[in-house]
């Protein structure tokens, strides 16, 4: 009789969330003991009621790293170095827009630009930076720096995030991404790095910029620091909280969300990814995507990365609850973990693009080609 109901119980949950009814706490906690095939095809039946159920989106773009000194010093971060430290870079305004010619070169349609915390930089430079950018190439859409980066800039200057966001806005910035996050939970984050953004500076950071009208293209969650289940859950609902309070305020919020798993081999941080074969990691991720679907029910795009899991994983992933893949794009913490483990960064050429929309129509969807704002320019 108690495997009937609690049968019925999950059938009931899984039912709910699929028709893209909001879930509790306990509810999105009980999906990582359900059935991993079952959660999956509940995702995949809310994205399909969510997103065009034909179609898979990517964009075309690129980052550019400005430097990785960084004071923060978070434990997980193969990314940063010191200020003195062999590896460590600041690259000049030219180098930048060397950069941003290859990436518009190919097509691209928006660039974002993030780096460490380097108090090196006067304020004005950044300024300099995302204007000079703007006035050579206009039509690019720039999502710059991250909730960290301005905590970093409030330090320095002074000023408030309103007003140093502002004159980003101003200059030419079109976007702030919610990078940083990891796991939203003080406790985790005091662990893995004590120096590291916390909880309440991230979201008033990031309510900052969404007050302001600029874009934010994707939000996240990281895992795989040793965190509990019931700290992503609570990560999820944070987020979840906040687009709601951002839709009803301001009309719009996180345009996507993603998540993946922690890369700390090459770190100085513990977490729980070490012992996990990589099928396991595999298997976790796309249960995550799937869970990440279901619980965050008012984030109507979600992407599936490719660059640590590869594009095979990545394919499964768009048909556990991912609408759109990351395209040709990516961020320093995910390209300093390959080149640690001493894989080459793909280039941005013709084939790169070919295996982004092979993977999706390998997924069963027609790859369609999207804008900043997720809308869809193409299919192809």
């Given amino acids: 009789m108690a495997t009937f109901l609690q049968h019925a119980s999950e059938s009931t949950i899984l039912d709910r969330a699929s028709a893209g009814k909001r879930l509790s706490a306990s509810e999105i906690l009980s999906l990582y003991e ?48 010191a200020r003195h430290q ?53 039509q690019v859409h720039i999502d710059a720096f991250s ?20 004159r980003f806005k101003d200059a030419g910035m079109d976007g702030m991404p919610g990078a940083a996050a990891e796991i939203l939970v003080d406790e985790v984050r005091r662990r893995t790095s ?12 990031s309510d900052a910029a969404l007050r302001l009208h600029l874009h934010n293209p994707w939000v996240s ?17 944070a987020l979840r909280a906040q687009q709601d309070r951002a839709l009803e305020a301001y009309g719009f919020g996180f345009a996507a969300f993603k998540a993946w798993p922690a890369r700390i081999e090459y770190t100085r941080c513990d977490g729980d990814e070490s012992t996990m074969s990589p099928q396991q990691i595999a298997a976790q991720y796309v249960q995550e995507v799937a869970i990440c679907r279901l619980a965050l029910n008012n984030v109507r795009n979600h992407r599936a990365v490719w660059r640590t899991m590869g594009f095979g994983v990545a394919a499964q992933a768009m048909r556990a609850g991912a609408n759109d893949l990351c395209g040709t794009g990516s961020i320093n913490a995910i390209n300093a973990t390959m080149t640690a483990a001493g894989k080459c960064l793909p280039d941005l050429n013709r084939d790169l693009l ?17 804008d900043p704002y997720y809308r869809v320019i193409a299919k192809n």
């Avoid at 991993?36 to 994205?47: G, K, S, Y």
């Avoid at 120096?195 to 008033?204: K, L």
């Avoid at 070919?354 to 999207?370: E, H, S, Y």
Wanted: hydrophobic content about 45%; overall charge negative.
């Fill in 86 to 138: 062999d590896g460590a870079f600041t690259l000049s305004i030219d180098q930048i827009l060397g950069q941003m010619a290859e990436i518009v070169g190919f097509g691209g349609a928006d660039v974002l630009i993030q780096g460490g915390v380097n108090p090196d930089l006067p304020f004005s430079w950044y300024i300099d930076l995302i204007r000079t950018l703007k006035h050579t190439y206009p």
């Fill in 194 to 205: 004590p120096t590291r953004i916390m909880t309440g500076d991230w979201f008033r950071i």
């Fill in 354 to 370: 070919d295996n982004v929309k092979g993977c999706i129509a390998g997924a069963g969807f027609t790859p369609a080609l999207r």
């Fill in 34 to 81: 359900m059935p991993a095939d079952e959660v999956i095809a509940a995702a995949h039946a809310a994205r399909s009621l969510q997103t065009d159920p034909e179609v898979g989106t990517y964009s075309i773009g690129g980052n550019i790293d400005y430097t990785n000194v960084c004071v923060v010093a978070c434990k997980f971060c193969a990314f940063y170095r």
């Fill in 221 to 237: 969650m990281v895992y795989g620091f040793g965190e509990t289940k019931a700290d992503r859950v609570a990560h999820l609902l």
């Fill in 147 to 166: 909730p960290e980066e301005i905590l970093g800039f409030e330090k320095l200057t002074g000023m408030h995030a309103l007003e140093i966001l502002g």
